[in-house]
């Protein structure tokens, strides 16, 4: 017979199991950003070109009901259009995005009448590549429904350092498993590990004199996973260089 502390942590496990499972939920569609997703690039999460970034043309900007201030930047979504509330879907087709941009309310238009992102609506504004691979371009706006999903990515993450002396503005870019970055350290050559604070979006500050010493980083993500990256940027690194690491997710 099991022990009560075994039951416990089998219930516990299975709880967890249960809780992670993601469930589709509704929400709306709309396309930006031109048919080569050019006006897509940069947004409110700082990653800049997308391409550099490792995120591509599959994006979107969020609604405020979403987007979470900036915390839910590189979370990753699978997309599909109900087809059983519209004739503009592209029948048992679905896309996984990566959450770069914000898209912002506006009240002087009702949120059923082009104030799409307006709260509470949960609302993304697609990249129109992203857009079309699910739904026909004339239907301009969609139901869908979405759920979060494990990233996956190619190759290492991505720290983009800018700032100047005394205040490093790091932005972190291309991470899988969760895509969320919950938590960052910094640590010189010549320091110890340091706490940075979220400036805005996936961007991360640090106001130590780091100059001169070659820089690592700790990243850990919104569920719990912690990776090292040594070394990443070399002693001469620059304000304005992107560094990639072997590490990922």
Not at 230 to 247: I, R
Request: charged share 10%.
């Amino acid at each position: 017979m099991e022990s009560p502390s075994l039951l416990l942590l089998i219930t516990l496990l299975a709880f967890a199991f249960k809780a992670s499972v993601a469930q589709w939920t509704p929400a709306f569609a709309t396309f930006y950003g031109g048919s080569d997703a050019s006006d897509t690039m940069g947004g409110a999460c700082g990653y800049g070109n997308l391409y550099n970034a490792g995120y591509g043309v599959n994006s979107a900007a969020l609604s405020t009901a979403l987007f979470n201030n900036g915390a839910s930047c590189g979370m990753c979504f699978t997309i599909t259009c109900d087809a059983s509330k519209t004739q503009s879907c592209k029948q048992g087709t679905s896309i996984t995005i990566t959450a770069t941009n914000f898209c912002p309310p506006n009240y002087a238009l009702a949120s059923d009448n082009g104030g799409w992102c307006n709260p509470p609506r949960k609302h993304f504004d697609m990249s129109q590549p992203a857009w079309e691979t699910i739904a026909i371009y004339q239907a301009g706006i969609v139901p869908v429904n979405y759920k979060r999903v494990p990233c996956q990515r190619s190759g290492g993450m991505r720290f983009t350092i800018n700032g100047n002396d005394y205040f490093e503005l790091v932005t972190v870019a291309n991470v899988g498993g969760s895509g969320v970055v919950s938590q960052m350290w910094i640590k010189g050559s010549k320091t110890d590990w340091m706490v940075m604070s979220r400036n805005w979006g996936a961007s991360w500050q640090s106001n130590a004199y780091l100059n001169g010493q070659s820089l690592s980083f700790r990243v850990q993500t919104d569920d719990g996973r912690v990776v090292t990256a040594d070394n990443v940027a070399p002693y001469n690194w620059w304000f304005g260089g992107t560094y990639t690491s072997w590490q990922q997710f």
